[in-house]
């Protein structure tokens, strides 16, 4: 069965890190573009980032820009989300997805997205 699996989620302090990992199985994500994504309780689900075949990166949330990072490991067939300095409102469900091209690029818009992971919680708090 092919499937996205989101994993590395969890509580954590503001001011910490964490690193989220998105894996999957029936499928190699190298040749894919793959993008993270969040929904905090009450607000839409809005894309983080996404990053392509050659390790290109479009950013869909700027206003993540220097605290979150994505990038591709591809020895583990793994895209990771690396999150720093996190803030209460950074709590939420962090899901990675498919371009729903199956292509291996980014789409300019974060609503070209057809394949999910069931997501994994992001919980920051004191």
């Known amino acids: 069965q092919t499937q996205l699996v989101e994993s590395g989620g969890g509580l954590v302090k503001p001011g910490g890190s964490l690193t989220l990992s998105c894996t999957a199985s029936?499928?190699?994500?190298?040749?894919?573009?793959i993008a993270w994504f969040r929904q905090a309780p009450g607000k839409e689900r809005e894309g983080i980032s996404c990053v392509n075949k050659t390790h290109g990166i479009t950013i869909y949330a700027q206003s993540l820009r220097g605290r979150f990072a994505i990038s591709r490991d591809n020895a583990k067939n793994a895209v990771v989300l690396q999150m720093n300095n996190l803030k209460p409102e950074d709590t939420g469900v962090y899901y990675c997805?498919?371009?729903?091209?199956?292509?291996?690029?980014?789409?300019?818009?974060?609503?070209?997205?057809?394949?999910w992971g069931q997501g994994t919680q992001v919980t920051v708090s004191s």
């Open positions: 997805a498919r371009n729903q091209y199956k292509s291996s690029w980014c789409p300019k818009s974060d609503r070209e997205y057809g394949f």
């Open positions: 029936g499928l190699e994500l190298l040749y894919y573009g």
